[in-house]
T-cell receptor
Framework: GQQLNQSPQSMFIQEGEDVSMNCTSS?????WLWYKQDPGEGPVLLIA?????ELTSNGRLTAQFGITRKDSFLNISASIPSDVGIYFC??????????FGQGTTLQVKP | KAGVTQTPRYLIKTRGQQVTLSCSPI?????VSWYQQTPGQGLQFLFE???????NKGNFPGRFSGRQFSNSRSEMNVSTLELGDSALYLC????????????FGEGSRLTVL
């Protein structure tokens, strides 16, 4: 079945550093989405990408839809303590089926 | 605009019991989907409902069931609970079906003893 490989699984960084995470798949997706889950909360949509090659920013966050449609990355610049949480990538196929990555757990040291 | 509301937030059950979880979607959202989240398995899709009809189902045993009411509220039920059913159960609503733009509730944390 379809799978997403999200990496890294976890990151422990210093406040102010930039962060990069990505998702890859052997399958093609029509939409890539990135969610963040704060401790004790449900995931919240950060960025949605609908077109191969698309690069979208949301504040300090930047995400790209890979040109092959099989991958996506998320960058966070100048990390702050409230960036702590689990980041999920989600791929949506042409049937509307959603595939979730395993998540990247981010910890930020002040 | 109120968000997605899940009840109860926390509950403890024993093996063999059954449990019903409730989800009220954002007003106007007709699609509701359910996910199981565990530390080892991440987010696993359970099922999706749209206009009271189950549209998609994940790979879970028949002990897991759900339904959606005419007001779009949804419930999921797990019968004959097992220890491995301990998890955070998340509900998400969306305006349309087959969209990745989901609005999640805070979840119902189930502990099975």
């Amino acid at each position: 079945g379809q799978q997403l490989n999200q990496s890294p699984q976890s990151m422990f960084i210093q406040e102010g550093e930039d962060v990069s995470m990505n998702c890859t798949s052997s399958s093609i997706f029509n939409t890539w989405l990135w969610y963040k889950q704060d401790p004790g909360e449900g995931p919240v949509l950060l960025i949605a990408l609908y077109k191969a090659g698309e690069l979208t920013s949301n504040g300090r966050l930047t995400a790209q839809f890979g040109i092959t449609r099989k991958d996506s990355f998320l960058n966070i610049s100048a990390s702050i303590p409230s960036d702590v949480g689990i980041y999920f990538c989600v791929g949506s196929s042409n049937t509307g089926k959603l595939i979730f990555g395993q998540g990247t757990t981010l910890q930020v040291k002040p | 605009k109120a968000g997605v509301t899940q009840t109860p937030r926390y509950l403890i059950k024993t093996r063999g019991q059954q449990v019903t979880l409730s989800c009220s979607p954002i007003s106007g959202h007709r699609s509701v989907s359910w996910y199981q989240q565990t530390p080892g398995q991440g987010l696993q899709f359970l099922f999706e409902y749209f206009s009271e009809t189950q549209r998609n189902k994940g790979n879970f045993p028949g002990r897991f069931s759900g339904r959606q009411f005419s007001n779009s509220r949804s419930e999921m039920n797990v019968s004959t609970l097992e220890l491995g059913d301990s998890a955070l159960y998340l509900c998400a609503s969306s305006l349309a079906e087959n969209t990745g733009e989901l609005f999640f509730g805070e979840g119902s944390r189930l502990t099975v003893l």
